[in-house]
Every structure is written in C-alpha cells, then in structure tokens.
T-cell receptor
C-alpha cells in the first residue's frame, strides 16, 4: 500500500539551530516525492520536489530509495520557517493524486 | 490570474443538510482534486479528475459527489452532511505538461457540521 509517514507532529527548535523533518514512504515503483508547506493563514504551496534536486529557502531534501526516506533539512532555522510541513507522494502515472503524510508543525523560537 | 478559487470560505451546516463547495481554476489545468484536512491525519484525497467528464474516487469518497463538466470547475457536493465531515476542504489543480504534478491549492473551505 502507498503510504507516507511523518513521525513528528511537532518539532520545536531555536533560531539558528539545524532542522530535520522526517518523511518515510512505502511505495512499489518509482514515486515522485514532494514537500509542501502551509504558513499561517495561507494556502498550501510546493516547497521542494525530489526530481528538481534544488534548494528552496535554504531547505534541501534527498530521496533515499534504500531507506525509503525523503527528509527535509535546513542547517540554520529562521523564525519565518515556522509553518506546517507536509511530505507527499505521487505516482508518475497517477497525475492529480497526492498521498500526504500527517504533517509536522515546525516552530522556530527566537 | 486568480489561480484556484474556492467558495465559500466558511460554512456551518446542520446534520442532514446538503451543499456544494465550489472550486474553479483559470490555469487550464487538466487535473483537479479535492482533499480534506483533519488534525493529525494530513490531507486525504476525496475525489479527483483528469479532465472534463472524467472523475474517480480517492481515499475517502463516501458522502461526497463530484462532476467535471468543464475544465475550469470542479464542485464537491455533500449529499447529507454528517458531523464527521467537519473539516477543512482544499481544492487543487495541476497539469502534467508543466511542473510535473505540482499541485496548486485553493485557500480552503472550513466546514462545520452540527
């Protein structure tokens, strides 16, 4: 079965500390992995996708097929990073369908 | 470009009432989806569509109907509201031709069923 697991409901760090939001998935085949972010009172928006291998707002995420993980990392957290983060999975052949993890609320304290 | 729009923003229903949540997009996207967001459960797919006239069920379709008569619109109908349908509902659209399944989300509709 396709599944995305984010084990942490809440992650609280101080400004300047490193951040790692965990995401594990189960999928038979070649999935596409994404990180979406929802800032307070805003709509969900795409943060990263694994195929782009890019850094957005200082965040990076590497797909580890051996460990079936797609953890989101940032070396120095900023207060404006406080938000809800969702890891999501899509099949290459199933456009329009995303399977989301439970979400992790990141709180960055001054 | 308005992107994805949803109406209403808030709605309170009594058990047994029916209503339609509206969703529209002006990006000419083929794919449209409805999700519900519940605390601790993330977003779950209700229904989706890969084009006008084509819809399919997602993970939690019971109690909801959809239709896709045009590319732009994808309304979600609650047939007989139940308290378990209290949630925040998000509509999203995407296109396989750009962004490789990047989904664009609407602002959400917060529904309370009493």
């Amino acid at each position: 079965a396709q599944r995305v697991t984010q084990p942490e409901k809440l992650l609280s760090v101080f400004k300047g500390a490193p951040v790692e939001l965990k995401c594990n998935y189960s999928y038979s085949g070649s999935p596409e992995l994404f990180w979406y972010v929802q800032y307070s009172r805003q709509r969900l928006q795409l943060l990263l996708r694994h195929i782009s291998r890019e850094s957005i707002k200082g965040f990076t995420a590497d797909l580890n097929k051996g460990e079936t993980s797609f953890h989101l990392k940032k070396p120095f957290a900023q207060e404006e990073d406080s938000a809800m983060y969702y890891c999501a999975l899509s099949s290459v052949n199933q456009g329009g369908k995303l399977i989301f993890g439970q979400g992790t609320e990141l709180s960055v304290k001054p | 470009n308005a992107g994805v729009t949803q109406t209403p923003k808030f709605q309170v229903l009594k058990t047994g009432q029916s209503m339609t949540l509206q969703c529209a997009q002006d990006m000419n996207h083929e794919y449209m989806s409805w999700y519900r967001q519940d605390p601790g459960m993330g977003l779950r797919l209700i229904h989706y569509s890969v084009g006008a006239g084509i819809t399919d069920q997602g993970e939690v379709p019971n109690g909801y109907n959809v239709s896709r008569s045009t590319t732009e619109d994808f309304p979600l109908r609650l047939l007989s509201a139940a308290p378990s349908q209290t949630s925040v509902y998000f509509c999203a659209s995407s296109s396989p031709g750009q962004g490789r399944h990047e989904q664009y989300f609407g602002p959400g509709t917060r529904l309370t069923v009493t």
